[in-house]
T-cell receptor, first 111, second 115 residues
């Protein structure tokens, strides 16, 4: 069962454009993490959001956790080719037993 | 993520053979998670282990798949009598504690191909 749906699944944009990736669920999570994965490698953590409504910024990336802790968004400003990769959200269950990963968003930034 | 070591990186097995995937967590980490990934897709949870204990195996098929994390040595994901549908990338992640929002540190995966 896929608890976290990400949209869009694929995104191809020009360098300099802005974009938003969404991560939605009907379940409440203890926290939510965003990872980026490059081909042939494992995912690498970008950020963890814990509190409903929380906003975190990491340079050109802005992460928001929904008020009800069921959804999250990732906004990238002025995308660069180095942002290309697979972006994954992951929710920690309330029991703390496992992280459920989203379906993934494959981003390509064209120079 | 270089701290989590998975081997082999690539594994080719014929149908019916056994596949053994190994994962050495980061130093000091006693929690290990196994995930399976198909191309361009997210990671599907398989099993969560602590040293010598399986905590949650709800994502692992009941048949042919097993996992262990012994007191000494790496965690092992074992797939018996592999079928073509088992072909995927298998990732291991470790964390120092359970459920306190600690990040998962991933290895670079084992790519299993069943011919």
């Amino acid at each position: 069962t896929q608890l976290l749906e990400q949209s869009p699944q694929f995104l191809s944009i020009q360098e300099g454009e802005n974009l938003t990736v969404y991560c939605n669920s009907s379940s409440v999570f203890s926290s939510l993490q965003w990872y980026r994965q490059e081909p042939g490698e494992g995912p690498v953590l970008l950020v963890t959001v814990v509190t409903g409504g929380e906003v975190k910024k990491l340079k050109r990336l802005t992460f928001q956790f929904g008020d009800a802790r069921k959804d999250s968004s990732l906004h990238i400003t002025a995308a660069q080719p180095g942002d290309t990769g697979l972006y994954l959200c992951a929710g920690l269950t309330l029991t703390g037993n496992q992280f459920y990963f989203g379906t993934g968003t494959s981003l390509t930034v064209i120079p | 993520n270089a701290g989590v070591m998975q081997n082999p990186r690539h594994l080719v097995r014929r149908r019916g053979q056994e596949a053994r995937l190994r994962c050495s967590p980061m130093k000091g980490h006693s929690h290990v998670y196994w995930y399976r990934q198909l191309p361009e897709e997210g990671l599907k949870f398989m099993v969560y282990l602590q040293k010598e204990n399986i905590i949650d195996e709800s994502g692992m098929p009941k048949e042919r798949f097993s996992a262990e994390f012994p007191k000494e040595g790496p965690s092992i994901l074992r797939i018996q009598q592999v079928v073509r549908g088992d072909s995927a990338a298998y990732f291991c992640a470790s964390s120092p504690r359970q459920g306190d929002n600690s990040p998962l540190h991933f290895g670079n995966g084992t790519r299993l191909t069943v011919t």
